[in-house]
Nanobody
Framework: QVQLVESGGGLVQPGGSLRLSCAAS????????MAWYRQFPGKQRELVAT???????NYVDSVKGRFTVSRDNAKKTVYLQMTSLNSADTAAYYC?????????????WGQGTQVTVSS
């Protein structure tokens, strides 16, 4: 069982940077695989970046080289550092957690935080 709270969204100019945070509460955070998703208006939620309990990362092609996902298990927080932002990055961003241990199937979502890239 884990609760996720995103923060750090807001309005940024094209080319700017923003860091999103996802604070988790609950037990055994270090055993959860984490991810960031985003949802464009009128579209399905899409995977942006993943980070496993071993800190292995993966990214959707559109953000490779620009976004960096990281985690601090001591703080029970996952970050998404976004750079070189453009208007196509405008979306609601959601934190996601999946239990990686025995018992399987437990998935959790944060409430989302809006990122708007505009002049």
């Amino acid at each position: 069982q884990v609760q996720l709270v995103e923060s750090g969204g807001g309005l940024v100019q094209p080319g700017g940077s923003l860091r999103l945070s996802c604070a988790a509460s609950g037990s055994l955070f270090s055993l959860y695989d984490m991810a960031w998703y985003r949802q464009f208006p009128g579209k399905q939620r899409e995977l942006v970046a993943t980070i496993t309990r071993f800190a292995r990362t993966n990214y959707v092609d559109s953000v490779k080289g620009r976004f960096t996902v990281s985690r601090d298990n001591a703080k029970k927080t996952v970050y998404l550092q976004m750079t070189s932002l453009n208007s196509a990055d405008t979306a609601a961003y959601y934190c996601y957690a999946k239990w990686a241990g025995a018992g399987g199937g437990n998935e959790y979502w944060g409430q989302g935080t809006q990122v708007t890239v505009s002049s």
